[in-house]
């Protein structure tokens, strides 16, 4: 069913019984049109190194088992990476750190995340983004957070009966958390709002607890400011969270 209005957007997320449905529902996705022409620019054009690829070129759905303990919250697609290959996550270096370390965790079967047919399986964790569609320079607008917004609340929605806690990569995906706590818990966030940072967690009784990490971006682990053992540790507090260690 294809959603091209906000409002389509909000009641076809409502209406989605299951993450089946829900994953075809964003797949379906067109309401936001500069995000719309930004993917599939991206995926007429292509990066050299992929030409030969055909991109996916759509929304991003969640990744990960229906009765996961623990999400995984990221900003959004990356246009060579999820944006590419259909999978959040994956095929880009944001994804290769991060799936090294869950599967250091051991919640992923294997250690890399090349493409949406590779055999990886996670454990106890499902992936999602705020926004599902790749914006240009990573940054959506405002208009667009809140557009997309019904997927994400949905999809919390969905898996509630068993999510323990959230790990909120970076700011942008900090921020969201407020009003889904609202739209799926109905709990009124903490006033003043507690302020991101790596390794911050927030616990408001009757919602999944919030984890902050700096974001599995290049730019971060590149430069040495969130490294493979700094995640390992927020992994495992996200495990003791969720009563997995
Ligand atoms: S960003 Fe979200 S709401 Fe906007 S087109 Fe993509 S999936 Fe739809």
Redesign the pocket.
Known sequence: ML?RT?AE?SAHAAGAPDLPVLDAG??D????PR??AW?EEVAAVRRASFREQSYWGR??PGFGPAGAAIGILGL?PAAHGGNRTGRVFTGDRSGDVLFAALHRAGLANQPTSVAADDGLELSHTRIFAA???A?PDNK?LPV??D?????LHRELDLISPTLRVVVALGAFAWAAWWPAMTAVYGRRPPVPRPKFGHGAQVSVPGTPDLLGSYHVSQQNTFTGRLTPGMLDEILGRAKQSAGLA
Do not use: G, K, M
């Open positions: 959603s906000p957007v964003i797949a996705c067109f309401a936001c995000l719309v993917r929304p991003v959004a926004v599902r569609c914006p959506p667009e957070r557009t997309c917004a019904p997927w």
